[in-house]
């Protein structure tokens, strides 16, 4: 793996902590916007999409003004499904499985081109 992934790979561990770290500073467990934004990273982060993963973290940080309206009533209909508990635990499991990634030959190269066209797709312009 190559220094630049591993770095930022660390980088979006230590994002993601300190997030879960701002929750403990609070005295409280994530609201709905901050859950979603948690648990989406750390699927992403297992399954290598770390884009992906910088986007929700960068999103879990919008202060609740510049939160989309639409969004918070939907996800106010939803119940929650994650503690802080279970997501420093999802982080956990994440580093301890996926800290070192599969080299090139051990992906599916139908896996591979997928996850290739769709992080360009995040950086394609508009």
Aim: aromatic content about 8%.
């Amino acid at each position: 793996m190559q220094r630049d992934s591993i770095d930022r790979k660390d980088r979006l561990y230590e994002t993601f902590a300190a997030a879960l770290a701002v929750l403990d500073a609070d005295h409280r467990e994530p609201d709905r916007w901050e859950e979603e934004c948690l648990s989406y990273a750390l699927g992403a982060m297992a399954c290598g999409m770390y884009l992906v993963a910088e986007v929700e973290l960068a999103a879990f940080k919008r202060p609740l003004a510049e939160r989309s309206p639409e969004v918070l009533a939907a996800l106010a209909a939803k119940p929650a499904r994650f503690t802080k508990a279970m997501l420093r635990h999802g982080l956990d499991y994440v580093q301890q499985h996926y800290g070192q990634r599969q080299g090139v030959d051990d992906v599916p190269s139908a896996l591979a081109a997928g996850q290739r066209d769709f992080q360009s797709s995040l950086t394609a312009p508009r």
